[in-house]
């Protein structure tokens, strides 16, 4: 089973790499990074999850001392709003902030999974290994034990879901949710939050070399954490 | 797959993204913030009225008051569920969270905030919380407007509490209540310091506000207000437009007559937003001009300004093509043809009642919504008092009539700002 859903997260996979990142939407007009202070939203709840290695890991060890780019997905959600739309905007973050001076050491990426049934710690080893090649920005990969571990960072996070049910209340594949990238500060605080209507790469990226000059001593490498 | 056929392929997804990700804002369903998911773009199932309660009718308390509007449905344009929130502290207006799942709702007097939740069961909200500190710790008084950002509320406030005068800000929360800053309106640079709707063009990253007046004037009984030349000199007379992610005013407006609501057009590419002027009844139009420069100018009267006929509410359709505006003194509606934003044209009119303050459209622009109620203070009095919800249907040439409920008759108070719910609500 294990192995069937990690050749179909690889399927995803691939057509998803096929997309290029370059379809994101315009850039909206933007202050100058610095030139703005972003709101403290909230604190970024704790959680313990589960790395690609399937061992326990606190999201608080990967997200502190770094700016973190936070968003949820599940390896076969096709919602063209949805995870598509995430991954297409942190491969471009990715790929800019590698050979940007101003983030190239400071910025972190997450995903983590709305479905640990299916999307187990080889599917999260499979996806990092993708997506850790020759950049800069380590994009990591969680998920966690079962959907009641990972509930209450849903609901601290206001990350609203909700599993698509049959006739008779069985549970299908889509995890019906709206989506959101958090952008978290190095001491763990959200300083914004992004969803469709208000997420582009270049807004991402503004946003986060504000926060690398509001935290010159961040560091992106898991030594650092 | 080769390299053109990849090429066709993302173009498509691209163009796909690209669609869907438009501003999806609407009529009041288009009047929501573009970043709240969950638009009813079929069948509204409910509609909440939050209702100034009155002295004498019902249980005299402010409460929100839902209404089955499911065509067919056995209670349909019935009351179901109403909940008394207590006393009297001027209810006013409402906004969903960015889930639609919470409904902030807010009174101009004792500046309390309420929250309901609409997403467990909408048939029958829940109150879940009070904020009851939002002078103390703002300064600000008369929670007004709530406009959904990602994971935040932002709140307009229409006075202060030091003087009770018309310098207010903005003020946002997060979804848990947690207030996270406090913005004032600017004051230099032509700007006055006053405030009262939000209207936000994410692909433009500008955020428009309003003007009205303070706490001094919206209690004051009008037809004393009216009489009062130096109170009327207190209203606001200009339009701001912010950088959005910097919440720094960029330009302030001339618009002389208390700019209220605003409406950004939701045509996908385009950008200009609308709003009416309640003493000089007009309509202006904000809009970059040939040179880019945002530019805010009057674009048409809205019937006799010098019978001062009040505009109060306006909802724009989904395809930005009209507008309908309510005028409060002759309790009618208009509706104005927006083809040319330049220059809007009446082409409809009908009177709702002896006064009518808020209009509430479904997406596709099928059903129309009316209520009554003004400010406590302002409604007309006696006989005129009317105060009623009146669904209609509108064919693209007359509003009929499908149902009204009199919340005098129904004991339930002064009907005012509507939103619309479903308990299955189509995500984009």
Known sequence: MARRAAKTSAAVLAALLAAEASCAGEAPLLPAPGSYALQRIQRTPDALLLDAEGKPAALSLVTRGAVTALAFFYAHCVDPTGCPVAWSTFETVQQEASVDPALQNKLRLAFVSLDPTHDGPAVMRLLQKAKNGAAAIPWRFLTSRSDAELAPLLRALGQDIAFERDAAGRRGGAINHMLKVFLIDPDGLVREIYTTAFLTPQSLLNDARTLALEFPNARNSMEAR | ?428
């Open chain 2, 1 to 428: 797959m080769n390299h053109n056929t990849r090429r066709k392929t993302l173009a498509g997804l691209c163009l796909l993204l690209g669609a869907l990700a438009a501003p999806p804002a609407g009529a009041d369903e288009t009047c929501n913030s573009p970043f709240m998911a969950g638009l009813i773009k079929g069948q509204e199932q409910f509609l909440h009225v939050w209702t100034l309660g009155e002295k004498g009718v019902g249980d005299e308390s402010d409460k929100l008051v839902t209404i089955d509007v499911i065509p067919g449905s056995p209670t349909y344009g019935k009351v179901i569920h109403t909940i008394s929130v207590g006393g009297r502290g001027e209810a006013h207006h409402m906004g969903f969270t960015d889930d639609r799942k919470y409904l902030w709702a807010g009174r101009l007097d004792d500046s309390k905030i309420f929250v309901f939740d609409v997403g467990s069961d909408p048939a029958a909200p829940k109150l879940v919380k009070t904020i009851d500190n939002f002078a103390e710790s703002t300064g600000f008084v008369g929670p007004h407007t709530f406009y959904a950002l990602p994971g935040r509320m932002l709140v307009q406030a229409l006075s202060n509490k030091t003087d009770h005068g018309g310098a207010t800000g903005l003020v946002t929360y997060n979804n848990a209540g947690d207030l996270v800053a406090t913005t004032p309106m600017p004051r230099e640079n032509g700007g006055d310091g006053y405030g009262y709707d939000i209207a936000i063009n994410p692909a433009q990253n500008r955020l428009l506000t309003s003007s009205f007046t303070g706490w001094t004037n919206y209690m004051m009984d009008m037809g004393q207000l009216v009489q009062d030349s130096a109170a009327m000199k207190n209203f606001g007379n200009t339009m701001v437009l912010w950088d959005l992610k910097a919440m720094k005013p960029q330009e302030v407006f001339s618009v002389p007559g208390a700019p209220l609501e605003i409406r950004w057009a939701l045509k996908p590419g385009v950008d200009w937003a609308i709003t009416a002027t309640a003493l000089t009844s007009k309509l202006y139009l904000v809009k970059q001009d040939e040179n880019r420069q945002w530019r805010a100018k009057a674009v048409a009267d809205i019937g006799d300004p010098s019978k001062l006929p009040l505009p109060v509410d306006i909802s724009i359709s989904a395809d930005a093509k009209s507008l309908w505006v309510n005028t409060f003194m002759d309790g009618s509606t208009r509706l104005f043809d927006l083809s040319d934003p330049e220059a809007p044209r009446q082409v409809y009119t009908k009177k709702i009642g002896a006064q009518v303050n808020m209009v509430s459209q479904s997406w596709d622009g099928k059903r129309v919504y009316f209520t009554t109620s003004l400010l406590a203070n302002w409604d007309k009095k006696g006989a005129d008092n009317e105060q009623f919800l009146k669904a209609y249907a509108w064919d693209g040439k007359e509003l009929t009539e499908q149902f009204a409920v009199d919340f005098h008759k129904e004991g339930l108070g002064r009907a005012h700002h509507m939103k619309f719910t479903a308990r299955t609500p189509k995500a984009l």
